[in-house]
T-cell receptor, first 114, second 112 residues
């Protein structure tokens, strides 16, 4: 069965600091991997995705993520965090073009201090 | 504007009443999904539909029902059999030969 683990429930960083959010997955085949962001009371917005090719993928808002098959990880990074990045972040696995099931991690809440 | 709409944004119901949440999309997407979100649990799949007049149960379908009579619409009914219906409900859709699900703004249901 596919699964996603986000080990950090809550992360606090200072504005301008670097950020890394961790994501580990379990999936039987080549995974489709996604990072979504959610502001309070809102829907989910896609930040970036990976399914093949270059293992370092660039997304919107200056985010990037690196796929490491040997570690079953897909960590999200940003070199310098802005106050507007405060939100909840979800990693997801599965899906793909065959309308397969998408499995989400528990989410990581990001707080940004001025 | 193309997108997914969910209405209402907030919904209150008394215990024991059925309630229907609306989800409409004008993206011409074939597949539609319903998720439930609870704090600290991520999103869990309730039902999904890949084509009109067909749908499948997700991980937590008990106490819920859906219909897919039109490509644009995928309403979710939360029945009185759902033991703990208070949650944030998200609808999503995905187009043919694409790899990404897109989400609506959500409906927060509170059962009193």
């Amino acid at each position: 069965a596919q699964s996603v683990t986000q080990p950090d429930i809550h992360i606090t960083v200072s504005e301008g600091a670097s950020l890394e959010l961790r994501c580990n997955y379990s999936y039987g085949a080549t995974p489709y991997l996604f990072w979504y962001v959610q502001s309070p009371g809102q829907g989910l917005q896609l930040l970036l995705k990976y399914f093949s090719g270059d293992t370092l993928v660039q997304g919107i808002k200056g985010f990037e993520a690196e796929f490491k098959r040997s570690q079953s990880s897909f960590n999200l990074r940003k070199p310098s965090v802005h106050w507007s990045d405060a939100a909840e972040y979800f990693c997801a696995v599965g899906g793909g073009t065959s309308y397969g099931k998408l499995t989400f991690g528990q989410g990581t809440i990001l707080t940004v201090h001025p | 504007d193309g997108g997914i709409t969910q209405s209402p944004k907030y919904l209150f119901r008394k215990e024991g009443q059925n309630v229907t949440l609306s989800c409409e999309q004008n993206l011409n997407h074939d597949a539609m999904y319903w998720y439930r979100q609870d704090p600290g649990q991520g999103l869990r799949l309730i039902y999904y539909s890949q084509i009109v007049n067909d749908f499948q149960k997700g991980d937590i379908a008990e106490g819920y029902s859906v219909s897919r009579e039109k490509k644009e619409s995928f309403p979710l009914t939360v029945t009185s059999a759902q033991k703990n219906p208070t949650a944030f409900y998200l609808c999503a859709s995905q187009g043919r030969n694409t790899d990404t699900q897109y989400f609506g703004p959500g409906t927060r249901l509170t059962v009193l």
